[in-house]
């Protein structure tokens, strides 16, 4: 599905909660009974693709190499005494760069299976077909690149994300006016699993707008703010894809939220977040490279 543009998170071979939410938006798109099955109609629609799911990889330098951090600490103020939040191990970076788990490696190679440069292993196929990033601010096409992100995405004009349903849409099309529905007359393009706030910091209903990105950006933890902080003390946290907002962040009109990644890639959809649009860290640069900067974010009940 994620050749489409609808994304199931990570990619682990399960049927569960995401998958279903992707399935039942891409059915939508295609004018299909929104089930959220994998029927014939469905997946005769899914295999227009032409791209098998897996892809056997000889692993190069931009597979493995990285600033690793071993062991990683939980302390925030630990972490804000390094210079980069970077991944644990060559396993954790792989399973990143090919939008899954390390434990999904495991099951596709088996447990004996090494990684390192020059080994091949079985992985999931989202290599990209296109490379070319053109147009993205800063250095966000280095971050797409390192994470796979084809430069190739369908193009929206605005998205919205119920609180209901966990998935932010994209659609093309004019903005909805305010009580009209979002996908009257606009074509769904794309969507996403996604984190969304708390009891404490619930989503932040109503309208904002998308205005810069940061791409690799440093964090300001500010545990006045934050779920379940683990220090009371005001920090500066070093970029890295391993802090709490992963590789991106699209900042929102709303003061202190944003649309951002993530360093626990698994718990989207799962778990809480302080407020903001919590995505996993390819996705949320997949949504950059759709989105222009300034797209209305509709956030609705």
């Not at 972490?79 to 396993?91: I, P, S, T, V």
Request: proline residues 9%.
């Amino acid at each position: 599905m994620s050749a489409h543009g609808f994304s199931p998170g990570v990619i682990d071979g399960k049927a569960g909660e995401s998958f279903k939410l992707a399935l039942e938006s891409f059915q939508e798109s295609r004018g299909l009974d929104r089930t959220g099955e994998l029927d014939d109609e469905t997946r005769a629609a899914l295999l227009q693709a032409n791209r098998p799911s897996t892809v056997m990889v000889k692993l190069g330098p931009d597979d493995v190499r990285s600033n690793y951090v071993y062991p990683f600490p939980s302390d925030p103020e630990k972490q804000a005494e390094l210079k980069f939040l970077g991944y644990r191990n060559m396993l954790e970076k792989v399973a990143e760069r090919y939008h899954t788990t390390p434990a999904t490696i495991v099951a596709l190679n088996g447990p004996d299976k090494l990684i390192g440069l020059g080994q091949t292993l079985r992985l999931p196929n989202v290599v990209p077909q296109s490379r070319d990033y053109g147009g993205t601010p800063g250095n966000g096409g280095g971050a797409m690149g390192a994470l796979n992100v084809n430069g190739e995405q369908p193009q929206g004009d605005y998205v919205v994300v119920d609180k209901s349903e966990g998935v932010l849409k994209v659609y093309s099309g004019d903005v909805p006016g305010e009580g009209e529905d979002e996908s009257d007359g606009n074509r769904l393009v794309a969507a996403f699993p996604v984190t969304m706030g708390s009891k404490e910091y619930p989503l932040p209903i109503g309208r904002w707008k998308a205005t810069t990105y940061a791409f690799l950006p440093p964090f300001n933890y500010n545990p006045a703010i934050l779920n379940n902080p683990k220090t009371d003390k005001e920090l500066r946290l070093p970029p890295g894809p391993n802090g709490p907002v992963g590789v991106a962040w699209l900042d929102l009109t709303k003061e202190h939220y944003g649309i951002h990644g993530t360093n626990e890639p698994q718990t989207i959809g799962r778990a809480e977040s302080s407020g903001c649009i919590r995505m996993t860290n390819w996705d949320v640069l997949r949504l950059a490279r759709m989105m222009k900067p300034g797209f209305t974010a509709i956030f609705q009940a």
